[in-house]
């Protein structure tokens, strides 16, 4: 079993910057696709980034392309998403999730089997 805790989020105004963590206990790194996702009121949840562990592969919504950053420290178990250059839009509750590396070959969002509790990102 594989927990997921995030952190990291808060208030920002736009065009300002915040990281998020996401920390997991039990180890699925190696060969696992782990990414971020977020789901703003009224709205459907949209994947955001996601990285295979194994080859680095990593992907983006179009919507953060160049502007954020997914990266992971293996020795530390834990997943980054580095947002740049915010925007209200990006305003949602953000969610670490992992989950084999067939997710990410695939590029099916739903089908992660790990999800943290999310962190909150509010953008004005």
């Known amino acids: 079993q594989v927990q997921l805790v995030e952190s990291g989020g808060g208030s920002v105004q736009a065009g300002g910057s915040l990281r998020l963590s996401c920390g997991a206990s039990g180890s699925i790194y190696g060969d696992a696709c782990v990414g971020w996702l977020r789901q703003a009121p009224g709205k459907e949840r949209e994947g955001v980034a996601r990285i295979a562990t194994g080859s680095g592969n990593t992907y983006y919504a179009d919507s953060v392309k160049g502007r954020f950053t997914i990266s992971q420290d293996n020795a530390k178990n834990t997943l980054y998403l580095q947002m740049n250059s915010l925007k209200p839009e990006d305003t949602a509750m953000y969610y670490c999730?992992?989950?084999?590396?067939?997710?990410?070959?695939?590029?099916?969002?739903?089908?992660?089997?790990?999800w943290g509790q999310g962190t909150q990102v509010t953008v004005s």
């Open positions: 999730a992992a989950s084999s590396a067939w997710v990410c070959v695939h590029g099916r969002w739903s089908a992660f089997d790990y």
